[in-house]
């Protein structure tokens, strides 16, 4: 498959995928959206990538929505009712990467603002260079938070920094960032992707597919659930099935040898997977 603006290189278990606009800042338009829903799908359904990174070409990593042509969004409907209003692009990106079975690691090279910052959010890693900076500049374009970052946003930095970066819209330099938790490290530019390279490769190498998928989205879907015996009652099932493959016998084995796990599963054989969240 062959995208316009993006670059999906494949090696080694890992999928990389690079917003490649850089004359644009990686600035995201209506195909940007498309075939980020397109690229993501096709590493998460592909049995041979463990990982998925992310990052931008060029000195941004993504400066929100094209607003070269003016906000050509789709909009219209009734928004006092809901009926007729189209789906925000931006939240139709971050609810699929909500859903990945496959780990994300954000590699933020350089300015991250509006749909660049809200777009990070549902990654599971996000390491930043010294450079990157962020920005949910909504309330200084006239328009609000997108891409489901009303909910993402204050579980990772809370709501008091949510608030204070929703309401201001100010840039955000990376520290502040790492210190409010958006970030888990700060790297210098030219150590940003192989840092992001050696936690994936590490999860290649080391862990067992179907246990982090399961993981995964346990941590993610858990954190709506309105008490711990939701998370009991799905733990169990996850537990009970995951015991039952060999991969569970291998870990085991492996630790008692002293030598690293051969992992053999493979999600696409793990059909419990598939929303068995929402089924408790």
């Keep these: 498959m062959s995208y316009q603006d993006l670059e999906y290189e494949k090696a080694a278990g890992i999928v990389t995928i690079w917003l490649n606009r850089p004359e644009k800042l990686n600035a995201a338009r209506k195909e940007t959206h498309d075939e980020l829903l397109a690229a993501l799908s096709r590493a998460d359904e592909d049995d041979d990538v463990r990982v998925v990174v992310v990052s931008g070409r060029g000195r941004a990593f993504c400066a929100g929505t094209d607003l070269s042509g003016g906000f050509s969004l789709p909009s219209g409907g009734d928004p006092a009712t809901g009926e007729g209003v189209p789906a925000d692009l931006g939240g139709r990106v971050t609810l699929r990467l ?13 300015v991250a603002v509006g749909f660049g ?79 992001a390279m050696t936690l994936a490769q590490d999860i290649v190498k080391q862990t067992a597919p179907v246990s982090v998928a399961v993981n995964r989205q346990l941590l993610w879907k858990m954190m709506g659930a309105d008490h711990p015996r939701i998370a009991h009652a799905l733990e169990s099932r996850a537990l009970s099935a995951t015991l039952a493959h060999p991969d569970s016998a291998e870990g085991a084995r492996s630790f008692a040898e002293k030598r690293p796990a051969e992992f053999r599963g493979r999600i696409s054989e793990a059909a419990f997977i598939d929303g068995w969240w929402a089924k408790s």
């Design 117 to 195: 910052a809200t777009f990070l959010l549902p990654m599971d890693v996000r390491f930043a260079s010294s450079e990157a900076r962020f920005g949910f500049v909504f309330s200084r374009r006239g328009i609000v938070a997108e891409s489901c970052s009303s909910w993402f946003l204050p579980r990772l930095v809370g709501i008091p920094t949510a608030l204070d970066w929703m309401i201001t819209g100010r840039l955000i330099l990376a520290e502040e960032a790492l210190k409010a938790g958006l970030v888990q490290k700060v790297l210098p530019p030219d150590h940003l992707l192989a840092e």
């Design 98 to 110: 909500f859903d990945m079975r496959k780990p994300v690691i954000g590699a933020i090279n350089g």
